[in-house]
């Protein structure tokens, strides 16, 4: 999609134009993350970072053979030769003393590096006296890591076959000891280094004979009989590491400038070879007055990075650091360069020792292999800090001159800073991580080094991964202890980012105390709000289910903390920190009963009415962990639970569904608790169900009301429709067998009632959600939502009895109202709790139903499914297993069939071939009637369901929450980025907007004088009940009762046709397309208050239900009403929605609340309404002929600022006019038209059109009139009242007549009418062609 600007406007025809600002400006509705994305968490990433087994290196054995003044037999050396021996000349003291102090030296060399360990030395040995040292070390090394230094520079070369040579007693042989023993002895884990000739042989030889090993293993392992399998087994040497100093055919260096163990000096003595190595470089000579003595007198100490020699050693270790990051894979470096610290310095010592020995044709050989390293670009970096240092030296030394620190650090920032502000989004990971690690050590640079790192982990969960992985976590701990205020800002939002990806650290936190950082943060009133929301969430994350993290949190007075900051106006921190407060309580009583004494609920009580959805999710989550306490209750306890019971049901008609799907789950945590007082409550009205009928127009099927059933082939299926859990498949009654020809649409889709009949051949889309053993549901949507109707009608106190009033009843009820949210997700939750509790109810008081197994003859009428429940099949037939492959291909699995065929009862269809609910519900459960051998293997105990409420029954919304701190917060978000497609795609919406806007305007200020060119026809599934054209594409969507199809009235072809999701005995009344100018969406409604909002809809995906809630609560469908009627305003974002109430509801589609609520103040429904977001007015027009004027900005008392009276009959619409001097326009049933100024108390104008009106619109732009009559004809009147056009007949349809008009529509801009009528067509009527 992404157009060159100049192009796309050029395709437009719009060269010089630009969008309208106002487009640009326009709010969107619905379209914030939780709108767009699945409430749920991020998949975790399996974290390597973390060393499964940390190891050290507890005992070393230094085995020397020098037989000093002795050469061996077989290497000729050059003269003058290389002869120092860890820095000693062995020639400048007597042979014993030069092999006692080299052999000190080098343990000191080692100490510097490992100073715990033990050390032995071995000079000169026998093999008894190696076989005494390695088996002494390995029994107390235990299961740790044991060091074999060889030097054999004083004996032969390794041979072919895998010995090393050592001396006999008197040192008159050489004796061969082979490395297979060297192996049993020294066991594993080990280490090797071999510092002699041709040692690449010692590892090829130690390769093979530990092959050899894992074949005896096997061996053994699989013949027990076998000689190897009585012996002990040798041990396995895959833990082993080995050094060694040259390939297997090359001989060590003979250059008198070096030490004779070059490769030792290399590995323990790094700074001091590296530095002469430097000096004996040509490009040395360009740092005058550097000599080899000077080299000697460099201030300062190792371990001091202060100093010029410590902070060389630091440059050397971040430098060797960084080039093992960045060429080895991840584990291996893990293993190597993180697991021991003697393993890690001897190979960062290793890449500097194949540097200086290749130079002089040596290749050191490791196991396991290292890719080479040696010509890796960082060197050039040490090259030139030792440069800088040592230029330094002559006049420290000579002058006492202070020392310039070196530049290093400060440059690999900047080069790190670079890669952070120029790279592309896919890249390869920046080569300085590891350096802004060791950066972390120094107090100069910390600060910008964790601003640094803080704008890298930002980047996302794998810049997280790849820090935590180069070691980053133990230094950003250890920073915890800093009392620098400076760094708190950048502590906690890396911290927060670690924690969004890898939970599992709340354990170190907590183990080292860091959590008392994040609450002092959290405490400061002077740190901003973003900062304290961070330090929230971490804190959030440390109490999470981590019951030593909520002890210690208690402690440091979190809750205090937490309830001061709950009306804080920033709103991410008031959600985190009532998550925050929910989870330091959840199975914590100790924390809940801080809160009582400190008010916590009565505190959070504000937030229930927050304008911001998420703060309002986690409140109620809050309050649901608050009273999901599984402590012992006592009388103040219940009280308080009762208490919030009461504030939480006063958000069942919120307008955000995760708001309501969290109000569920809390809602569950109170049925768990009270279990048996629900367990009366559902037996109650369970019982109520029973002897109570609705008068309700589900049961009485009036012929205007129902979708006829055809069988014709023209009409393929709906679509089916994703709705976020289950891809419900929809299967319509429309394309099902004539057999079935008395059905009609339920809630879900699937045929509502069957006859015994036809079970056999009949179809139904199944979707368990019912228990995790998949048992169907016993209480189906069906009568849950009559138990819903009869509470709501019956004079419930008389029947009920004393309890109806209790908490509990109103929470039921509250249940039963969530179990019938328009919104699926929610209605399946609450489906579950009250299935559970239902099925505790019924296995409570009929256990002797359960063990009958008598009953499986007995058979009851199939009741209705729904809610992707299960048909309950006559004769008790098992529950199908729920197929996804079914419900997403509309597939429809047929029920299972018993050997034995059941006996059915006489049957009796009813009117409309609906059974009344009474006969369809069955009242003795089948499913559990098994016989009891097989009770407990089906899951049917009440054991299997005892705790699946609470285990289950969560929105994930906290997770979902956490991703926030995961994703990058600093980066610019898509749509405000000039380039990004995203933007490109809305720039060119725009440019369509406003040529559609220019070319329908030039058309209607000509005036219109006809309007009957018909240019599209076609025939709905459905017979229409509203149209409504897409105000800028060619899409026209066409309601029926409960579907919804779209046409391109451009290419006359059909693009979708869906399911609106209502139940059965209600229909889709109004339709309004929100965001028509961006991204469109779709609301429509229904007579019973629901609204749904719908996307992806006329495109090749998938419809998919953003939100949906219910619009107004207390509406009853009626077959006559005027059912909802709503007006949109995008400018406000405010929704205007009436209808058989007597009220008009405003709602706010930002903060999905109830914002106002406008009295009509007559006796009689609402049948349109029209508001003007600029004069603050609405207008609406009544049943009783009245119109209302009301100014939304008056208190509800003092808004109604005008009636007018003049109707005598139903108002079929009223219409405001959007500029400010506009008129409402209204008409009535009798075709009286009359214009109102909303200042006059009497009309300015009146027209008479056709008599008996069934539907009528009014075109914003041209002023035209379309007035649908009863008696199949349309007519079409200008602003004067003359009739421009009268359509009788449709075009090239053999004369055929137009049908009863059901609905038309004019197009916001266009002059085209679209007109359904009772005969299935929907026809659109245009001016002439020449003029379009």
């Given at each position: 999609m992404k157009m060159d600007t100049d192009l796309l406007l050029s395709t437009l025809g719009l060269s010089e134009e630009e969008p309208d600002m106002n487009d640009w400006e326009l709010p969107l509705a619905f379209m914030k993350k939780r709108h767009s994305e699945k409430i749920e968490g991020s998949k975790a990433l399996a974290q390597s970072w973390r060393m499964k087994d940390r190891m050290k290196t507890v005992s070393v054995a230094l085995v020397l053979c020098l037989n000093v003044g002795v050469d061996p037999p077989d290497v000729v050396k050059t003269s003058p030769c290389a002869r120092l021996e860890c820095w000693i000349?062995?020639?400048?003291?007597?042979?014993?003393?030069?092999?006692?102090?080299?052999?000190?030296?080098?343990?000191?060399?080692?100490?510097?590096?490992?100073?715990?360990?033990?050390?032995?030395?071995?000079?000169?040995?026998?093999?008894?006296?190696?076989?005494?040292?390695?088996?002494?070390?390995?029994?107390?090394?235990?299961?740790?890591?044991?060091?074999?230094?060889?030097?054999?520079?004083?004996?032969?070369?390794?041979?072919?076959?895998?010995?090393?040579?050592?001396?006999?007693?008197?040192y008159t042989q050489y004796i061969p000891l082979s490395i297979y023993d060297l192996q049993t002895w020294m066991g594993s884990p080990s280490i090797f280094v071999y510092d002699c000739s041709n040692a690449g042989i010692i590892v090829k030889s130690f390769k093979q004979f530990a092959l050899q090993r894992e074949q005896e293993l096997?061996?053994?392992?699989?013949?027990?009989s076998h000689p190897l399998a009585q012996m002990s087994l040798p041990p396995s040497m895959k833990n082993c590491i080995q050094l060694a100093a040259c390939e297997a055919s090359e001989l060590l260096p003979m250059n008198p400038d070096l030490p004779a163990d070059l490769f030792t000096s290399c590995l323990t003595t790094?700074?001091?070879?590296?530095?002469?190595?430097?000096?004996?470089?040509?490009?040395?000579?360009?740092?005058?007055?550097?000599?080899?003595?000077?080299?000697?007198?460099?201030?300062?100490?190792?371990?001091?990075?202060?100093?010029?020699?410590?902070?060389?050693?630091?440059?050397?270790?971040?430098?060797?650091?960084?080039?093992?990051?960045?060429?080895?894979?991840?584990?291996?470096?893990q293993k190597l360069f993180r697991q021991d610290l003697l393993v890690a310095s001897l190979f960062r010592n290793f890449l500097l020792a194949e540097r200086i020995m290749r130079s002089y044709n040596c290749t050191p050989v490791s196991s396991p292999r290292l890719p080479p390293?040696?010509?890796?670009?960082?060197?050039?970096?040490?090259?030139?800090?030792?440069?800088?240092?040592?230029?330094?030296?002559?006049?420290?030394?000579?002058?006492?001159?202070?020392?310039?620190?070196?530049?290093?650090?400060?440059?690999?920032?900047?080069?790190?800073?670079?890669?952070?502000?120029?790279?592309?989004?896919?890249?390869?990971p920046p080569e300085q991580l590891p350096i802004v690690l060791q950066v972390l050590l120094s107090q100069v640079h910390r600060l910008r080094a964790l601003d640094l790192l803080g704008r890298f982990l930002d980047l996302g969960p794998w810049a997280v991964s790849l820090a935590l992985s180069v070691g980053i976590f133990p230094y950003v701990l250890k920073l915890l202890q800093s009392s620098a205020r400076e760094l708190r800002p950048l502590l906690v939002f890396i911290w927060a980012k670690i924690l969004a990806v890898d939970s599992s650290c709340q354990a170190d936190l907590v183990k080292d105390n860091g959590h008392k950082y994040f609450l002092s943060v959290l405490a400061d009133s002077y740190m901003p709000a973003e900062h304290r929301t961070m330090a929230v969430f971490i804190?959030?994350?440390?109490?999470?289910?981590?019951?030593?993290?909520?002890?210690?949190?208690?402690?440091?007075?979190?809750?205090?903390?937490?309830?001061?900051?709950l009306s804080d106006p920033h709103p991410l921190l008031r959600q985190w920190v009532a998550i925050c407060l929910g989870r330091i309580w959840q199975n914590f009583d100790p924390a809940r009963w801080c809160g009582v004494r400190d008010s916590a609920h009565e505190k959070l009580y504000i937030l229930l009415s927050d304008p911001i959805p998420e703060v309002r999710c986690a409140a109620v989550f809050a309050l649901g962990t608050f009273v999901g306490n599984s402590a012992e209750r006592t009388d103040h306890s219940t009280t308080i639970d009762h208490n919030v019971a009461m504030m939480l049901a006063q958000l069942i008609n919120d307008g955000s569904p995760v708001v309501r799907k969290e109000l569920v789950v809390a809602l569950s945590h109170l049925v768990v608790q009270y279990e048996s007082n629900f367990c009366t409550v559902a037996l109650q009205f369970i019982e109520e169900e029973k002897n109570y009928t609705v008068p309700s127009p589900a049961n009485t099927a009036e012929p205007g009301n129902l979708t006829p059933v055809r069988d014709s082939p023209a009409i393929p299926r709906l679509r089916s429709v994703n709705s976020y859990t289950?891809?419900?498949?929809?299967?319509?009654?429309?394309?099902?067998?004539?057999?079935?020809?008395?059905?009609?649409?339920?809630?879900?889709?699937?045929?509502?009632?069957?006859?015994?009949?036809?079970?056999?051949?009949s179809s139904s889309a199944s979707s368990t959600l019912g228990s995790p053993d998949n048992d169907e549901y016993i209480l189906s949507f069906e009568t849950l939502d009559k138990m819903r109707r009869v509470s709501s009608y019956s004079s419930l106190n008389s029947l009920i009895g004393v309890s109806f009033n209790s908490v509990y009843t109103q929470i039921w009820r509250v249940l039963l109202h969530l179990a019938a949210d328009p919104f699926p997700e929610v209605s399946d939750l609450a489906m579950k709790v009250l299935n559970c509790i239902a099925y505790k109810a019924m296995m409570n008081t009929r256990p002797q139903r359960i063990l009958d197994s008598g009953s499986l003859t007995q058979s009851a009428p199939a009741s209705p499914t729904s809610k992707g429940t299960h048909i309950h099949h006559a004769g008790g037939s098992p529950p199908m297993p729920s197929t996804s492959s079914s419900s997403l291909t509309n597939e429809v699995p047929k029920p299972p069939t018993r050997d034995q065929p059941a006996t059915r009862p006489p049957y009796t269809p009813t009117i409309g071939g609906q059974a009344p609910h009474s006969h369809q519900f069955p009242r003795t459960r089948k499913m559990f009637d098994k016989g009891p051998e097989q009770g407990a293997e089906d899951g049917d105990e009440p054991c299997g369901h005892r705790n699946y409420i609470s285990a289950t029954l969560q929105t994930g919304l906290c997770d979902w929450s956490a991703k926030y701190f995961a994703q990058p917060v600093t980066k610019i978000p898509e749509e405000h980025d000039l380039q990004s497609q995203?933007?490109?795609?809305?720039?060119?919406?725009?440019?369509?907007?406003?040529?559609?806007?220019?070319?329908?305007?030039?058309?209607?200020?000509?005036?219109?004088?006809?309007?009957?060119?018909?240019?599209?026809?076609?025939?709905n599934p459905g017979v229409p009940s509203v149209v409504k054209f897409h105000p800028f594409n060619t899409c026209i969507a066409v309601a029926d009762k409960d579907s919804i199809c779209f046409w391109?009235?451009?290419?006359?072809?059909?693009?979708?046709?869906?399911?609106?999701?209502n139940p059965r005995y209600t229909r889709i009344t109004a339709m309004e397309y929100l965001n028509g100018h961006d991204c469109s969406l779709l609301l429509t409604a229904t007579d019973d208050g629901a609204l749904r909002v719908w996307k992806n809809f006329a495109d090749q995906k998938n419809p998919e239900m953003v939100t949906a809630w219910q619009g107004l609560s207390d509406m009853l469908p009626t077959t006559r009403g005027a059912g909802m009627v709503v007006d949109w305003e995008q400018e406000t974002g405010l929704l205007m929605t009436s209808g058989d109430v007597r009220i008009i509801r405003i709602w706010d589609t930002d903060r999905e609340m109830k914002v106002q609520d406008i009295p009509t103040g007559a006796d009689s429904c609402v049948t349109s309404l029209s508001c003007d977001s600029q004069r603050s007015l609405i207008v609406a027009g009544l049943g009783d002929g009245s119109v209302r004027v009301f100014d939304r900005r008056m208190g509800p008392n003092e808004c109604r600022i005008m009636t007018y009276r003049e109707h005598s009959a139903w108002v079929v619409k009223a219409h405001l006019q959007k500029d400010t001097n506009g008129h409402i326009i209204s008409v009535s049933v009798n075709g009286d038209v009359r214009f109102f100024e909303p200042r006059t108390p009497d009309s300015v104008n009146v027209l008479q059109t056709v008599k008996g009106l069934t539907a009528l619109d009014i075109h914003p732009q041209a002023n035209l009139f379309a007035c649908g009559s009863m008696n199949q004809f349309i007519a079409l009147y200008n602003a004067s009242g003359d009739v421009i056009s009268n359509i009788k007949y449709y075009d090239g349809f053999m004369g055929q007549r137009i049908g009863a008009i059901s609905c038309l529509a004019f197009h916001p801009h266009w002059p085209h009418l679209a007109v359904g009528s009772n005969d299935y067509y929907m026809s659109i009527y245009s001016t002439e062609k020449r003029l379009r």
């Open positions: 000349d062995p020639l400048s003291m007597s042979p014993q003393k030069a092999l006692e102090t080299i052999g000190a030296n080098l343990q000191k060399q080692y100490e510097n590096w490992q100073p715990r360990a033990r050390y032995k030395q071995s000079l000169d040995p026998t093999v008894d006296e190696v076989k005494k040292l390695c088996t002494s070390l390995r029994r107390n090394a235990k299961e740790e890591r044991v060091l074999f230094h060889y030097n054999g520079h004083g004996v032969p070369r390794p041979t072919v076959n895998g010995e090393i040579w050592v001396f006999n007693k008197n096997e061996v053994a392992a699989i013949n027990p790094p700074i001091k070879i590296a530095l002469r190595w430097f000096c004996m470089q040509k490009s040395s000579k360009l740092v005058p007055g550097v000599t080899l003595d000077l080299i000697e007198k460099i201030p300062g100490r190792l371990n001091d990075r202060r100093t010029p020699l410590g902070e060389l050693n630091w440059i050397f270790t971040a430098i060797t650091d960084t080039i093992a990051w960045n060429v080895l894979p991840r584990d291996l470096f390293t040696y010509m890796h670009a960082m060197w050039q970096a040490w090259d030139l800090a030792v440069d800088i240092c040592l230029s330094q030296l002559p006049t420290i030394i000579e002058e006492g001159t202070a020392f310039r620190h070196s530049p290093f650090f400060a440059e690999q920032l900047t080069a790190f800073q670079v890669w952070l502000t120029m790279g592309v989004e896919n890249r390869n804190l959030a994350v440390i109490v999470n289910s981590y019951s030593t993290g909520q002890e210690a949190c208690l402690q440091g007075n979190l809750i205090a903390n937490c309830l001061e900051q289950n891809i419900r498949a929809v299967t319509t009654a429309r394309n099902l067998n004539k057999s079935l020809q008395n059905l009609n649409l339920n809630e879900e889709g699937a045929p509502a009632a069957f006859s015994p009949g036809n079970l056999s051949t995203v933007r490109m795609e809305r720039q060119w919406r725009f440019l369509r907007n406003t040529r559609v806007r220019k070319q329908s305007r030039s058309i209607t200020q000509r005036g219109v004088s006809r309007l009957d060119d018909q240019i599209f026809i076609n025939r391109d009235w451009e290419k006359g072809e059909r693009l979708d046709y869906f399911y609106n999701g």
